[in-house]
């Protein structure tokens, strides 16, 4: 039997047709920061799996960003109470200790002052996308594939970084709907083969909960992204697997095809409107 999705992020969504992307974030309680549970041995056991396979792909960073890594590697390590490897870059050595991919914002001079860049990351289970062409790009370009994103919300999100401080942090959920189990799903060519024309049923709904937090010393924001992957019909409630289906029906072809759904959202709403499935 697999257990019910920890999150229902698209419960928060639309109610009718109309889409909007959200920033959603809701301050965050720092003993929350890492989020433990019953799958997070298993995800530790992937991530240095994954590390030892593709060390190049789910890790990069740029030069320079030492001081910013070490003070956030330095917090992470006190607050789950272990060491960090010392031969390792220290935002990898971070991400060794907690089942959370991580990603360090820093701050480079700009043609309007300072501005947040990707200055590095260590991500084991990117959702489609490529680590690497990230690398020194502001928020706005690293949003740029998201159809409707930076329409929608790049004013709101530049306010939101110039005014998050240390002492506030937050968090945020996103999720998605795709046609595998497997958490490690780059666009590089190393994961693995894609199933040939899935049927609803054998969708997997994949939610990602963000923490947001700033560091004093080097002003560095570290995002942390949790993944949860679970078989679609574990969303088991009628009201549940009904927002899910306006939430599918209300996303313009544009974002069903960045959600790489184009083909798929007619099929999956039809299935989550049929009887709830047992478990």
């Given at each position: 039997m697999s257990s019910a999705p920890p999150y229902l992020p698209f419960m928060e969504g639309p109610t009718s047709g109309d889409f909007k992307w959200r920033l959603g974030v809701r301050p965050l309680d720092l003993d929350n920061w890492i989020e433990w549970g019953p799958d997070a041995p298993a995800a530790l056991a992937y991530k240095t799996e994954l590390n030892q396979r593709h060390p190049d792909t789910v890790f990069a960073a740029l030069d320079g960003i030492e001081p910013e890594s070490t003070e956030i590697a330095e917090a992470i390590a006190a607050h789950v109470g272990a060491p960090l490897r010392d031969d390792l870059h220290p935002l990898d050595a971070a991400a060794r200790l907690v089942p959370e991919d991580l990603v360090l914002m820093v701050e480079r001079p700009g043609a309007n002052g300072p501005e947040l860049r990707f200055g590095g990351g260590s991500v084991c289970f990117p959702s489609r996308w490529d680590l690497r062409s990230k690398l020194g790009l502001t928020m706005v370009e690293v949003h740029a594939p998201v159809a409707r994103l930076n329409d929608q919300l790049a004013v709101?999100?530049?306010?939101?970084?110039?005014?998050?401080?240390?002492?506030?942090?937050?968090?945020?959920?996103g999720w998605g709907i795709l046609d595998t189990a497997d958490w490690y799903t780059p666009i590089d060519g190393t994961a693995a083969p894609r199933p040939a024309d899935p049927a609803p049923e054998e969708m997997f709904l994949r939610v990602e909960r963000e923490t947001l937090r700033r560091f004093p010393a080097t002003n560095c924001v570290l995002f942390t992204i949790r993944t949860y992957v679970t078989p679609l019909d574990t969303v088991v409630t009628p009201a549940a697997r009904s927002r899910l289906a306006v939430a599918l029906e209300a996303m313009p072809d544009d974002v069903r095809g960045y959600k790489d759904l184009a083909h798929m959202a007619q099929g999956i709403v039809a299935h989550l409107q049929l009887t709830v499935p047992r478990t």
């Open positions: 709101p999100v530049d306010r939101f970084f110039d005014r998050l401080r240390p002492d506030r942090s937050y968090w945020r959920l």
